[in-house]
């Protein structure tokens, strides 16, 4: 497990050095890992711009967070835990409310197992490129 992780980020940190002009342009209008979980799990409520205005919005019994300006509503820091452990299901999430929103960490351990891969890495790595993606939508 160790040799791939050192694959991993010798890949990350080496790609990026061998892309032509080209291929930047391309890989900048490719959306990432982050932002296609986002799409793909989060978008549905929380819309695809992150404003709460999801096409299921309206059937849930809270109203899901604008995460737009969770940078914002908490004096111009990003609360980088509390939002991971809304996502991963930790029991502390009282800031969510109740647990009307799917517990993402579950599912992805879960999932980490169609490819054969360490649950706690997968997961990880999975919740921390949506934070990544979420970071990137903070207003100023």
């Known amino acids: 497990m160790k040799i791939c992780m050192r694959i991993l980020v010798a890949i990350m940190v080496f790609y990026p050095l061998v892309l032509t ?3 930047k342009a ?3 209008d490719t959306p990432g890992l982050g932002e296609m979980e986002f799409q793909n799990s989060c978008a549905v ?3 695809a711009q992150g404003k709460g205005d999801g096409v299921m919005a309206d059937s849930r ?3 899901p967070s604008d995460l737009t300006v969770l940078t914002k509503n908490n004096h111009g820091h990003f609360p ?3 939002v991971y452990r809304v996502i991963d299901g930790s029991p502390r999430v009282g800031v969510h409310g109740t647990r009307e929103m ?3 960490g579950d599912r992805y ?3 980490a197992g169609q490819y054969d891969a360490d649950a706690y890495t997968y997961s990880r790595g999975l919740m921390l490129e949506l ?3 979420i970071m990137s939508l903070q207003e100023e």
């Open 26 to 28: 391309s890989a900048e």
């Open 45 to 47: 409520c929380h819309g």
């Open 131 to 133: 934070l990544m993606y």
């Open 61 to 63: 019994q809270k109203k």
């Open 102 to 104: 799917p517990v993402w």
């Open 21 to 23: 002009a080209e291929d």
């Open 109 to 111: 351990r879960n999932e």
């Open 80 to 82: 980088f835990t509390e």
